[in-house]
């Protein structure tokens, strides 16, 4: 037993013991005999109450009793005695009730039970009586390897008593008429015969009577209130009956007579036999409504060749069909039966599914939603847009005619001079190659410590340079071989003989002029741009060849600049710009210039300084862009394959968006005169479209793919870096990651 | 500045209830509300924007149109079900109580209601309701076999039974059936009523068992609007008809097993001159069109045979028929020089819309025997105006018995076994007769004439049976050879005539090694010459592989042919919108799966036929 479970006994206990010493004092002060007493009393007390103390209603005390005595046993021997007369009780009633006698009271007057007396020895307290095995309330399977099942009061070894194995207890059984009565006792580890009385209340509970023999449930009532000389003088309330109590309902009078007059009518007529209208009738003869009919619901499909019972061989399924059929859900079979072929018709069973396939188009008839869909009847194929055939759209590169390897190194950029006739390319190893479109012969070559980001060609056509892009540094070149007009004009823009004077702002980006003594492949001025900016992404020129932008791949500003060669000055064009900046364009007519962030290109005004549109091209990640000549037309390449055609009259919204290469673009580029433009991707395909473009505002741009270029590998995911086109010819010059730069003539 | 909007106040959340929602507001029930929908055939509707119609949630529900439930709260039949629920709580109550006087009142009263207005409301005009009974009959034909139990009263099933007997009678009457399918789920039929085809599915006669996931109380309920619904239809057709509705049934035929034929039909004129006046007046009340139509239908009934007179070819086989009904043994010889020349139009006409004459087995007398069904074969053959008997084992009421003289065809489905017992008497009447399988007269009346019997005669493996309801355009059509399969048929030919000997392996790898090679040489003179050495050191003669080079040779040159525009259609696909993209490749997907199938049967066909030649030739 717990703590807990004691204190709580314990409390009990006190209770107990209060309500009983509470008659104490009042039965020595009477001089009356305990058992018989309380009932004298209570009469005497009021007769209120009567009925209610005739039970023994001792029963939870009597449990509690029971505890507190099985857990300490004998340690109050007082207390025992003292509450004798109420555990007497209730022992009595747990278990054997003694007979009660039913005598006439001689201070009420009335019948009353009166039960024997017990005497308060030991022998009256059946927990002391007979349980010479005093172990208590444990298990006793504790003792099952044990010779002794216990211990008696002297604390001597109560010895197993023998038990005989299982034929002793048949023959028992058999032979003993009075063996079935007798039940296990768990503490004393024998079968012990139960007593009449005991028996006598299984069987009532058996029979689900009252245990107790002696108790009568339908006892006469006794009337308290009722009968002559007992009922109440004063009324209970003071309040003068109400009127409703003496006089007829009017309301209710008015309804009965309701009823009564539509009798009379002939209203109401009792017993009326059920309405007379034929249950089928000419129902279509009156005009229809002017409501339209429902949509009548879809006719369920007919059968088809493979659904008769004798169907042509080779709708039979074979045996992986079959077992594909059986191995699906029946939601997911395309047929909801298996073809079958029978001889004859008396061989067709009966079809087993056909109640649930019932049961289904009535599902589908009142559950499924219905939607009214016109059926296309079109040729698939019309879809398709015409186009003028590519042969009608020449010419457009088709071939390659020839390839410029570079030995190492994946070429980054490329660009074709001006005129048309020199390429020079730069790859990751640091080596620049300047060679004829023409023939492929290489004519001189540079070579620097680091990779090159980015190359062009001055589209001045009276001077000749171009602008290579390394680490933190933008190195003007000029090519050999040049006629020595061209390159005394060239040598006097780039390094004039009287520098111009410094600007009033003084920029963080130096130009350097090395002293003339050095070799004509050093390059002949520098522009160191801010430490850290890292490789120049892009160079780009503004037509006049006056200004370039640079767009360095370091974060922060965006890393732009705008150098201008007369003034031998640079300038950031923006003091803060939203996102990283992946490229910028001049454009070819206004002073407008582009720039494409991660996700939008804005047009700024640079004569105005303000921004003229966003530009939503709806690509993750813009990776290439480029200007049509005309400078009304944008298109933009991402990472995510799209390719976006912006029409700058219209809308900030692409005009078109395509997705045709199966990788991420790289480089988009219009041709300068002819109608065409390609795009490279990294799936080693370059796209030659033809792009006419009206001058009128009406007729939409058009725009017909004409070839795919298939040549250069993917190398490490990479494959086409750069395309350009040749000035004045239908050529494409392409630099691939695996270190090939391909021409590509018509 | 407009007015502000409130969310949910307008538009997709306004027009659309949840079913939960319309429950609500309808005060019902649940079983009630289904109810209600099935009866008034009112049906969920998937709104353009489920989150709209849902006020921003996307739980899958089922919506309605707020019209369809403003509608349905005004409904009788929604007040007579709240007067059913009211008044089984009286009946309870008193049944609790033990006041039988009063239960017995309230259970006189009890509240019923009636479809009629339903009917009219879901069919205003007759043609809708004709339209939309194929569903009606399919239930009423299904219900007249099921076994009754708890749940389902006999006198449902007598109804449906009822029901779908007079369909019968009507259809046989007015001589419209068209075609009939003996599928494995049952027994299709096609009827041309009031120019709307009713197709309906009749179950084998079997005892069916409801399967435990089926609610019961769905399709009962689905039966009494069919119910309803037929009877009007059948009264109309009926009375249009000028016959009784419904045609008194004969009790004692009935338990005899007569089937259809415990009903009679009666003449309206015979029968009571003034229903007649009654409904005349009706008629005339009524529009001009349902007057035609009656009309239309009496003509044709009237006039049938001198109608179906005017066609051509076939009415000749008819007169055939008719002139050789006598003599059986002269009609072979009669029928075979027609043979070659009906066997084109066969296939013509089954292309062609079939004009299927009203009293195709009308020269004819059938027997059944006793194995064959009687409900399905008496009403095929007397809706096409054949006369027919049974044995008494098949239910009463036989117009004749085996022995009459009259008897042409024996409709009998048992294998061939010889009688070695039998008299002169019963010899001579089975060489008189015919006897053909079950399928026949199906097959005779989906082709519209009359089919040789031969490949039908008892104990005969029957010729495949086929749906006269046809496929999808461009199906695989199992009654013509193969399309494209015209060269490899011939093809395969040759192999074997080729290499007998030689076994099937060797057969088709020599074929495939061959035609690799000319694919090849097709291209350059060096390879060709290569490919002849090596084909003669193969052991194929130059013939075979001349031929081989010149298909080649064509089919490259359509390729290219063919390649060019294909290669630029595949670059314009680029500059196709999204939309159509996808439309494009969910129509070309559907292209490609139906000639998968199509495929797929075709080279099951040759396989089979190859086999069939192969085993012909192992025996011969």
Redesign the interface.
């Known amino acids: 037993m717990t703590a807990t479970g004691l204190t709580k006994n314990l409390k009990k206990r006190k209770e107990v013991d209060g309500e009983v010493q509470e008659p104490g004092p009042f039965a020595e002060t009477v001089g009356l005999e305990m058992l018989s007493d309380e009932e004298d009393e209570d009469g005497g007390s009021g007769s209120g109450d009567r009925e209610v103390d005739e039970f023994p209603e001792i029963d939870t005390r009597s449990d509690s009793e029971d505890e507190y005595e099985g857990s300490e046993d004998g340690s109050d021997e007082e207390d025992d005695e003292e509450s004798s007369e109420a555990s007497s009780d209730a022992d009595s009633g747990l278990h054997i009730f003694p007979e009660s006698k039913t005598i006439l009271s001689n201070i009420t007057g009335q019948l009353k039970h009166v039960y024997p007396e017990i005497e308060p020895d030991y022998d009256s307290d059946s927990s002391t009586e007979d349980a010479p095995n005093r172990v208590g309330n444990v298990p006793m399977h504790w003792y099952d390897d044990l010779p002794h099942i216990g211990y008696d009061m002297n604390g001597k070894q109560i010895l197993r008593p023998a038990r005989g194995d299982e034929l002793d207890k048949f023959l028992s059984t058999v032979e003993d008429p009075t063996s079935w009565t007798a039940a296990f006792d768990k503490t004393l580890q024998m079968d012990k015969p139960l007593t009449p009385e005991e028996l006598d209340i299984i069987r009532r509970l058996q029979a689900n009577e009252v245990p107790d023999p002696s108790y009568n449930p339908y006892e006469p009532t006794t009337e308290w209130f009722t009968g002559k000389g007992k009922e109440e003088v004063m009324p209970l309330t003071s309040a003068p009956e109400p009127k409703r109590r003496w006089v007829p309902s009017k309301w209710e009078k008015q309804k009965v007579m309701k009823i009564v007059r539509a009798i009379r009518q002939g209203r109401i007529v009792p017993f009326k036999p059920s309405s007379s209208k034929p249950q089928f009738y000419s129902i279509w003869a009156e005009p229809p409504s002017s409501h339209p009919p429902p949509l009548p619901a879809p006719k369920p499909r007919l059968p088809t060749h493979s659904e008769s019972y004798n169907p042509p061989e080779e709708y039979l399924p074979t045996d992986a069909e079959r077992a594909e059929w059986e191995a699906n859900d029946p939601e997911d079979r395309e047929k909801d039966y298996l073809p079958k072929k029978y001889s004859a018709l008396r061989l067709v069973p009966a079809y087993d599914r056909f109640i649930k396939e019932r049961f289904n188009r009535q599902l589908d008839l009142y559950l499924a939603p219905r939607v009214q869909r016109t059926k296309l009847n079109i040729d698939p194929n019309s879809l398709i847009p015409k186009l003028p055939s590519p042969n009608s759209l020449r010419p457009f590169p088709s071939y390659r005619s020839l390839r410029f390897s570079h030995d190492k190194g994946r070429v980054r950029c490329l660009s074709i001079s001006p005129d048309g006739a020199w390429t020079i390319s730069g790859d990751e190893d640091g080596v620049v190659s300047l060679w004829e479109v023409n023939v492929g012969r290489e004519v001189k070559r540079w070579k620097f410590d680091y990779k090159i980001g980015a190359l062009e060609w001055c589209p001045r056509l009276d001077i000749s340079f171009f602008v290579v892009g390394v680490e933190d540094k933008l190195l003007f070149l000029i090519p050999p071989h040049l006629p020595s007009a061209v390159f005394t004009l060239t040598k006097s823009v780039l390094a004039p003989a009287t520098l111009p004077p410094a600007p009033a702002t003084p920029s963080p980006i130096k130009w350097n002029t090395p002293p003339s003594s050095t070799s004509a492949d050093s390059p002949i001025l520098t522009i160191d741009l801010p430490s850290s900016s890292g490789v120049p992404r892009q160079i780009t020129w503004h037509r006049r060849g006056d200004y370039l932008a640079s767009v360095s791949s370091s974060e922060g500003q965006g890393g732009v600049w705008i150098h201008q060669i007369s003034k031998r000055h640079s300038q950031a064009p923006f003091k803060k710009i939203r996102g990283s900046v992946q490229l910028v364009l001049f454009h070819p007519l206004k002073p407008h210039f582009f720039v494409a962030t991660q996700r939008y290109v804005r047009l700024y005004n640079l004569a105005e300084q303000k921004l003229v549109k966003t530009l939503m091209p709806g690509i993750k990640w813009i990776s290439c862009m480029d200007v049509h000549p005309s400078g009304d037309h944008l298109i933009v390449g991402g990472y995510d394959r799209k390719l976006c055609w912006f029409d700058l009259e219209l809308s900030d919204k692409p005009y078109k968006i395509l997705r045709y290469h199966t990788r991420a673009l790289r480089s988009l580029q219009f041709h300068p005169t002819y109608p065409l433009f390609a795009s490279s991707s990294d799936d080693g395909a370059i796209q030659i479209f033809h792009s006419r473009v009206y001058n009128d505002l009406m007729t939409d741009p058009l725009i017909v793919p004409l070839k795919i270029l298939r040549g250069h590998e993917v190398k490490e995911g990479l494959g086409v870096l750069q395309v350009k086109w040749c000035y004045g010819q239908p050529w494409l010059v392409s630099a691939g990651a695996d270190g090939n730069v391909a021409v590509w003539c018509s | 500045m407009g007015r502000l909007r409130t969310k949910g106040k307008a538009g997709a959340a306004k027009a659309y209830v949840t079913r939960s929602s319309a429950v609500k507001r309808l005060q019902c029930s649940l079983a009630d509300f289904?109810r209600l929908?099935?009866l008034k055939?009112?049906?969920?509707?998937?709104p353009r924007n489920k989150k709209k119609a849902n006020k921003g949630s996307t739980a899958p529900t089922?919506?309605y149109y707020a019209k369809d439930i403003a509608y349905l709260a005004h409904e009788p039949v929604l007040k007579k079900l709240r007067e059913h629920k009211a008044f089984a709580k009286k009946l309870s109550r008193a049944l609790g109580r033990g006041e039988w006087s009063s239960a017995k009142s309230l259970e006189d009263n009890k509240p019923s209601y009636?479809l009629?207005h339903i009917?009219?409301?879901?069919?205003?005009?007759?043609i809708?309701?004709v339209?939309?009974i194929?569903?009606a009959l399919?239930?009423i034909f299904?219900f007249a076999s099921l076994p009754s139990n708890s749940r389902i009263p006999p006198s449902l099933i007598e109804n449906c039974a009822r029901l779908a007997a007079e369909w019968q009678l009507y259809i046989m009457h007015s001589r419209s059936l068209r075609k009939t399918?003996?599928?494995?789920?049952?027994i299709?039929y096609q009827a041309e009523v009031m120019d709307q085809s009713v197709?309906w599915l009749v179950?084998?006669q079997?005892?069916?068992?409801?399967?435990s996931?089926?609610?019961v109380r769905?399709?009962l309920t689905?039966l009494e609007l069919y119910q309803t619904l037929l009877?009007?239809v059948?009264?109309?057709l009926y009375?249009d008809a000028g016959l009784v509705?419904?045609p008194p049934l004969d009790t004692q035929k009935d338990e005899g097993g007569a089937g259809v034929g415990a009903f009679s039909l009666q003449d309206a004129n015979h029968n009571a001159t003034l229903v007649v006046a009654a409904k005349e007046v009706?008629v005339d009340?009524?529009?001009v069109s349902?007057k035609d139509v009656r009309q239309t239908i009496k003509h044709i009934v009237a006039s049938a045979p001198p109608s179906s007179e005017g066609d051509m070819m076939m009415v000749d086989t008819h007169t055939n028929a008719a002139e050789t009904d006598e003599e059986f043994v002269a009609q072979p010889s009669t029928s075979d020089p027609n043979a070659p020349t009906i066997l084109p139009t066969l296939q013509s006409l089954n292309a062609l819309p079939q004009t299927i004459s009203a009293d195709l087995f009308a020269p004819y007398t059938f027997f059944l025997s006793r194995?064959?069904?009687r409900p399905i074969f008496e009403f095929i053959v007397r809706s096409f105006g054949g006369r027919i008997g049974w044995p008494p084992s098949s239910g009463s009421g036989s117009p004749f018995d085996e022995t009459d003289d009259s008897i042409t065809h024996v409709i009998i489905?048992?294998p061939l076994v010889g009688k070695p017992n039998e008299t002169a008497e019963e010899r001579d009447r089975r060489f008189r007769r015919k006897y053909v399988?079950?399928?026949w007269v199906v097959d005779c009346l989906n082709a519209g004439k009359i089919l040789l019997g031969e490949p039908y005669g008892q104990g005969k493996?029957?010729p495949?049976?086929?749906?006269p309801?046809?496929?999808y355009e461009g199906?695989?059509d199992?009654t013509v050879g193969l399309t494209h399969g015209d060269i490899t048929i011939t093809e395969a030919g040759d192999g074997d005539e080729e290499d007998v000997s030689s076994s099937a392996d060797d057969d088709t790898e020599d074929d495939a090694a061959l035609k690799a090679a000319a694919a090849v040489a097709a291209e350059d003179p060096a390879a060709l010459r290569a490919a002849e050495l090596a084909a003669e050191a193969a052991g194929i003669d130059y013939g075979t592989f001349e031929k081989e080079v010149t298909k080649s040779l064509t089919k490259a040159k359509k390729a290219d042919a063919n390649g060019q525009p294909d290669r630029?259609?595949d670059?314009?696909?680029?500059?196709?919108s999204n939309k159509?993209r996808k439309?494009?490749e969910r129509?070309?997907h559907g292209?490609k799966k139906r000639e998968a199938q199509r495929a797929n049967?075709?080279l099951?066909?040759l396989t089979?036929t190859k086999e069939r030649k192969r085993v012909l030739k192992s025996t011969s």
Do not use: W
Not at chain 2, 41 to 46: H, L, N, Q, S, W
Not at chain 2, 119 to 126: A, D, G, V
């Open positions: 289904r929908c099935i055939g009112i049906f969920p509707r998937e089922s919506f009636r009629d009917i009219k409301e879901r069919y205003p005009t007759f809708d309701a339209r939309d194929d569903d399919c239930m299904l399918f003996l599928s494995i789920k049952g299709y197709t179950p084998y079997f005892t069916q068992n409801i399967p996931d089926v609610d769905v399709m689905f009877g009007f059948f009264f109309k009375t509705y419904p009706k009340g009524k529009k349902s194995e064959s069904s489905d048992r399988q079950p399928q493996t029957l495949p049976h086929l749906s309801f046809g496929e199906a695989y199992p630029e259609d670059m314009n696909k680029m500059m196709m159509k439309l494009y129509m070309k292209e049967l075709e099951k066909k089979i």
